[in-house]
């Protein structure tokens, strides 16, 4: 990989702010925040430190990890951020140490001890910037935790560091004004969809597979008692019809019965990057559609985040062992492929694909082979990143950050540099990402570092080779 | 200076070998708790066990995953923990005196083996603590402890080789010893009180993680009410800025 050079340091790390609005926030961060007060923001921190940990299960972890942490520095060989910048402040453990050293200080006897006997400052208003920096540096890729032989989880403290940041008013507001807009708007999603463009949209899709296919391919919508409730990342009703062609064409196939619901169609859920809250309140609707439409499964799009925080998050929050099932896309194409029901033409595809594993299902191992399987059942040139499965390389636009404009150059230029060069080697014409937020940022990491490579989603490929019976 | 010996040796060897077991115990027993504290205030009681089991065990025994990457810092770490485990509790004298002090033995390890394992533990230590010096990515990690420790655990193995090895004049020996005596129950007085406890506390570490991804269910609201914030949770549509600090309404934080 290139070192980054200082021009290209200089454009990644410069803040787009307008001075007034870094007066106004009294914080130099290089995404725009919430407007929130501004005053005493290491006393609020601590109390809202101090909320969380009254009412949640982090107290477990940083007691853990403050016992445990041995500083062995092993997770620099796997974070793709600290592999570009070489800054020691992009080193997992040393990110981590900035939460640990609060709840050391602040929350554990000995730390309060330590400091009356010392004479130690408290938290400050400069270590709260830095965590502010810090935690949006991180793609939240938990790629670090595999390399830990302590077992410690940096994405877990950065979950945990935005959570406690974002109650007191520092959250990109590109992630609060969607998640605004999701849960109070009039829209109640992300995009800012409305229901009669959705329809019109969709309506529009399938007039355009009649014409390709010759068959009438629908998007069923309020379909009560269907099997499944489509939820695929909401931008793709606008960005990604490709996807949602190839996923209405499986279903065509197989002749399941699934449903999209006007109520609620956004898979997107921002709180599994800065906040319990939201995450918890998205899944509500999830669950409130769910139960108005009386499906019996969620079936959540191609994307990765969307899929980890129903997966592993819809249970937490709707009813334990007795929650319904949730399946990502991939899962179910893989199986009813298996089960002999959906048909794939091989070697449709003829130019060179490869496929980039989304961070939030590869890294737990969930979904890692059903996805090569299908491709290469109908790409004739099939070839894999290295490293690839769990140990992929993140895009660089993870944890959220994908969404935060003002960090576009970091995204393409720190975070997304090693993923470049691995793209590029492949010399792959297709790259598979079956993830929205993966998608727009391995799109831009493209056109920044000029690969010839078409960034696409599974289905879109697959529906090329699709052969209805 | 004998009698010194042996208050190290007796008295002094009991009280921190039990305090060393105690807190050990104790941390361990905290983690454990933990765990099932927060397993059940999670209605999801899913949880990858064959996977936290093979990472754990991945890391108990890392003979595998080890060496694919830093091999060098890999084999030196992996070294001195096999001298540290191996050496003091299976040396020939060492189980000896747990023979004449309880009655109870275990087969040691072989003299010739016991001496090359310390000497390469030695070097061992040396190279950590040296590599923590001159890495870069290392030295920013470093707190204070993390150069000690290497150091402090080289003592008592250096002591010892060279009163069992060393012709020395007796003199020397008993500072020698009384040394080796006192390093060893300082290391075992602090051990629980320091990062050494992730002896116990590293194989409970893929749990800890796992049952801290549980969250509780309406956690978030009662931390938005305990705030203050309950009709203003983090996304509503006025900013918390506008309302100020009097639109709150929560009572005092209890900060443990």
């Known amino acids: ?469 | 200076m004998d009698a010194w010996i042996e208050f190290g040796r007796g008295p002094l060897f009991r009280l921190a070998f039990s305090l060393m077991v105690l807190g050990l115990l104790r941390v361990g027993l905290l983690s454990t708790v933990g765990i099932a504290e927060a397993y059940r205030r999670s209605p999801d009681r899913i949880l990858a066990w064959p996977e936290m089991a093979r990472q754990t065990l991945g890391w108990l025994v890392p003979v595998r995953r080890l060496w694919r990457t830093r091999p060098l810092y890999s084999a030196t770490s992996f070294l001195f923990h096999a001298g540290l485990l191996a050496v003091p509790p299976f040396l020939a004298a060492h189980v000896l005196s747990w023979k004449r002090a309880v009655g109870l033995a275990w087969p040691p390890i072989p003299q010739r083996a016991a001496d090359w394992l310390t000497v390469l533990t030695i070097a061992a230590g040396l190279g950590l603590f040296l590599g923590r010096l001159l890495d870069r990515r290392a030295r920013a990690l470093s707190r204070r402890q993390d150069y000690l420790w290497p150091l402090l655990l080289v003592v008592p193995f250096a002591s010892g080789y060279m009163c069992s090895n060393a012709a020395i004049a007796p003199k020397t020996y008993q500072v020698l010893m009384l040394l080796h005596v006192y390093s060893g129950n300082l290391i075992m007085i602090l051990i629980p009180f320091a990062k050494i406890a992730h002896c116990v506390l590293a194989p409970l570490s893929q749990l800890v993680t796992g049952v801290s991804w549980k969250f509780v269910p309406g956690a978030g609201d009662r931390v938005a009410a305990t705030l203050g914030y309950a009709e203003r949770p983090s996304w509503v549509e006025k900013s918390r800025l506008d309302a100020g600090p009097s639109a709150r309404q929560g009572k005092g934080v209890w900060i443990r």
């Open chain 1, 1 to 469: 990989m290139q070192p980054l050079a200082p021009e290209e340091r200089n454009r990644a790390f410069t803040s787009t702010k307008k001075p007034e609005v870094i007066q106004r926030q009294r914080l130099g961060v290089r995404y725009h925040a919430e407007d929130f007060a501004v005053a005493e923001r290491p006393r609020r921190f601590i109390e809202a430190f101090a909320a969380i940990l009254k009412h949640t299960n982090y107290r477990l972890a940083l007691d853990h990890y403050v016992r445990v942490s041995a500083k062995c520095s092993r997770c620099t060989v796997h974070c793709q951020v600290y592999a570009a910048t070489k800054d020691e402040r992009d080193i997992p453990c040393y990110r981590s140490e900035l939460l640990l050293w609060v709840y050391r200080r602040h929350f554990t006897l000995a730390g309060i001890l330590r400091a009356r006997v010392l004479g130690e400052p408290g938290l400050s208003d400069e270590r709260v910037q830095e965590m502010a920096d810090a935690f949006y540096n991180c793609t939240a890729c938990r790629r670090c935790y595999l390399q830990c032989p302590m077992g410690i989880d940096h994405g877990l403290l950065t979950h945990l560091g935005r959570y406690i940041l974002s109650e007191i008013g520092i959250a990109p507001r590109a992630l609060v004004v969607s998640t605004r807009e999701q849960l109070t708007g009039a829209s109640g999603n992300t995009s800012a969809i409305p229901v009669p463009a959705l329809l019109d949209g969709l309506e529009f899709l399938s007039e355009e597979m009649q014409e390709e296919k010759g068959i009438e391919i629908p998007f069923p919508m309020d379909q009560e008692g269907a099997e499944y409730l489509f939820l695929p990342a909401v931008s793709d009703f606008i960005m990604e019809a490709d996807t949602l062609m190839g996923n209405a064409a499986v279903f065509r196939a197989t002749g399941d019965s699934w449903t999209i619901g006007t109520k609620y169609y956004d898979g997107i859920n921002y709180g599994l990057f800065y906040s319990d809250h939201v995450l918890e309140h998205v899944l509500q609707k999830v669950q409130a559609e769910a139960q108005r439409l009386k499906v019996r499964k969620i079936l959540i799009g191609e994307c990765g985040h969307a899929s980890r925080a129903a997966k592993y998050f819809y249970p937490t929050y709707c009813g334990g062992r007795d929650a319904l099932p949730v399946v990502n896309f991939i899962e179910y194409t893989h199986r009813v492929w298996k089960e002999g029901r959906l048909k794939l033409a091989p070697e449709v595809i003829t130019g060179r694909v490869t496929y980039h594993d989304p961070c939030n299902i590869a890294r737990p191992g969930w979904i890692v082979e059903q996805p090569r399987e299908l491709l290469k059942a109908f790409c004739g040139d099939y070839v894999e990143m290295t490293p690839n499965r769990r140990e992929n390389i993140c895009c660089g636009g993870g944890g959220g950050t994908v969404s935060i404009d003002e960090i576009l150059s970091f995204r393409t230029l720190v975070g997304g540099r090693q993923k470049a060069d691995q793209i590029r080697a492949t010399g792959a014409k297709y790259c598979v990402a079956p993830c929205a937020n993966c998608k727009k940022q391995l799109r831009e990491l493209a056109e920044e570092h000029q690969i010839d490579c078409q960034i696409v989603g599974l289905h879109d490929l697959l529906y090329k080779a699709i052969v209805f019976q």
